[in-house]
């Protein structure tokens, strides 16, 4: 079985590749190398020491014995080498996660939000004409995110992509299956709903065979296969952008600086850790939608937290401090949020949880490449608007405070 | 009162920016010239003898002694430069018509599908970003489509943009207004749903006071301003890609061709005169969302028609014989379609009525220009998807037959 990894260089799209390969998927990735561009620009590195994409290959073909193509290409801008692509490999799936992923980023600046629009919206829609074009009859699995809902209706459980509604008629009540009602919070995430539309687009008028994943907060940074080699490692980021809030707070953690922690923390969001996400697209790839089904979209998170109760966690774990600052986001200080995740439960996922997998890897990482950090970057400064800006200004400094009689990281697991 | 007219060249954006002049505001049209251009690719030319935009405003101006402005400029493509505008104009308003803005079009190929998602996203992004960007408070009234519903459900008025729905909670059920769920018919019109989500973003992030009109299929040709002088006169399109269905009607019973209703002519349409669409856009000028309203949403229509009544309204006034063709479109062959406009007709609205106005300057301007028709081009060629591109094929000639003896346009309306 043949796979395209569309943003196969990055934090979530690399350990995909190499979990796909160690099963048997004859992969090739697609990527332009945008990610470590973008280290470039916020003059920022991964904390793990990432290799090159040449070296990465030749590792895992030399301890696996298994080979995986790979084509720098920027998907959104390359039609004809895309269509030409398709043509050539006929892959049986493509996983799509060639797409600008930070919130923060997609807020930085104007810039900032038409890169994101223009490179994903591009990105998604190239790649589906390019599949019409080429008459490719691959299954599609793209990387959504739990954003995408908003944060809902006190009482309601978040469905997988399609609520049930009544609506009223002149001829009375009428039932209906709709697309949840978008809520984006950021540039990125309304990304994700318009691509939405896209693919409800390309299903119904062309039978694309779509599966859209709405992913949670990805927590940690190693896979069973990134585990193997140091050359194999995975990107992980603690910066105010790109690191996600429970890598930013393990990193803290870890060099012992406070947690900061937004507003009153009250958000409630969802979380998965990265080897579940790579689990869930194996589980994707294989239970496709059958031609002319809709667009399957399936809630890829396991458990949902609160973000104060997740440094009281961390804090719990490694004597951190907790600090709360301003939030530079456009957002409720409190939501809750209780999310279907069935159809992932009923393919067999059994998840790694948060409680039991919190201090692997992610500890063990923060702490043997600390000397890498750039402990200036780990603040939150991109702001969502305006007003946001003036109060993140009003209650600097924002930078968290070394926290002196903290031991950096307790709690140490192999 | 000063207003930017995006896409001010266009067929609606020309008479708009006239009819707001000759009212009293400070008029700038701001367009690449991209639908002349679009003449040029497609071997076509408007049916009126449209002149220069630099005639044009000569024109208005030896006429009225009112100046318009013009910036050519891409919408989209030239961030730096809209920011300069907004900073230096300082608009109370904005109209944006700066999209690629048919259906067929959209749907001809790859590319004029991603042509048609890039032009349309970044036109609204740039135009949001930018207004942010520049600390522009103008209002901005868009120009939307009746398409983003689809075609609804048996017995549901389309309400103006938002719907009130029940859904099911552990609390009971919960009534919520929500936007109305998307349901767009070509990739033109899934754009304007995108362009949707990006309002309801800006709006709730950044204050941005937006009118969104979601628009029938426009007929007619001239408004009060575009009549006073051949050198005004609007553009008339009669293609099968940029000719609405009515106008395409009224130049084929012009030359004494058949009528070509697509498939059963089943379908169940919104109309609105030329005349109307300027009175609504200055109605929702003069009209703007408070701010920290949300996006304010109306139905710019005054009618709903049945394609095949059409045909045979047509047909009787002109002699004209109706012909049945396999429909380009991907499409339900019959639908139903009940519109509210009350915030119009509340506003004041008294519409043109196809059953009084049908015949008036459509078909003057049909007669007086038919010999610079070019009657291959009239057939809709662009099909939505490959079976629908067989289904074509397989009826031709899809061409209309010329009906000898058939006298062409029996009334003569001045």
Known sequence: MKVLVLGGDGFCGWPTALHLSARGWDVTIVDNLSRRNIDN??????????????????????????????VNMTVGKEFDRLVSLLKDERPDSIVHFAEQRAAPYSMKSARHKLYTVDNN?????????????????????????????????????????????????????????????????????????????????????????ITDLHQGIVWGAQTEETRKDERLINRFDYDGDYGTVLNR?????????????????????????????????????????????????LNQMTESRRVRDLAAMVA????????????????????????????????????????????QDVTGIARRYADRADLSKIACVSAWNAKRAEAVEAAKPAAPARTADVTPIRAVVA
């Open 41 to 70: 620009e916020l003059e920022i590195q991964s904390l793990t020491p990432i290799r090159t994409m040449g070296e990465r290959i030749a590792a895992w073909q030399e301890l696996t014995g298994r080979t995986i193509g790979f």
């Open 316 to 359: 719990q774990m490694t004597g951190a401090v907790v600090e709360t600052v301003a939030n530079p986001r456009q957002e409720a200080d409190e939501n809750e949020l209780v999310v279907a995740n069935d159809q992932f439960r009923d393919l067999g996922l059994s998840p790694i949880t948060l409680a039991e997998g919190l201090m």
């Open 121 to 209: 919206l591009n990105a998604t829609h190239h790649l589906l004409a390019a599949m019409v074009e080429s008459g490719s009859d691959a299954h599609l699995a793209h990387l959504g995110t739990m954003g995408v809902y908003g944060y809902g209706t006190a009482g309601l459980k978040i469905p997988e992509g399609y609520l049930t509604v009544t609506v009223d008629t002149d001829n009375g009540p009428c039932r209906q299956e709709i697309l949840f009602p978008a809520n984006p919070g950021s540039i990125y995430h309304m990304t994700k709903t318009q691509d939405a539309l896209l693919f409800q687009f390309y299903a119904r008028n062309d039978g694309v065979r």
């Open 249 to 297: 707070f393990l990193m803290q953690a870890a060099v012992g600086y406070s947690l900061t922690v937004h507003g009153t923390g009250g958000q409630t969001r969802a979380f998965i850790h990265i080897q579940d996400t790579v689990r869930c697209i194996e589980l994707a790839l294989n239970n496709p939608p059958a031609p002319g089904d809709r667009v399957k979209i």
